[in-house]
């Protein structure tokens, strides 16, 4: 088992890392975004109902 502060050592590093990586702290952000985004969506079109079109050219049919 590692020692707390060899973790905190560990984490304190990584932090670092990612702060002064611009990418990284894109990529681990962008779930939290898109998470708001579709509860912000949600919000908006919950009242609403969703229709959906199917094309089927060869008309075969619903199975």
Same mark, same amino acid.
């Given at each position: ?22 990418? *990284? ?24 109902? *969703? ?13």
């Amino acid at each position: 088992m590692l020692h707390p502060r060899i973790i905190l050592a560990i984490a304190r590093k990584d932090a670092v890392d990612i702060l002064h990586n611009k990418s *990284t702290l894109v990529g681990l952000l962008m779930p939290v975004f898109i998470a708001v985004l579709f509860v912000i969506m949600k919000a908006i079109f919950s009242g609403q109902s *969703t229709k959906l079109l199917i094309y089927d050219p060869g008309q075969a049919g619903m199975a």
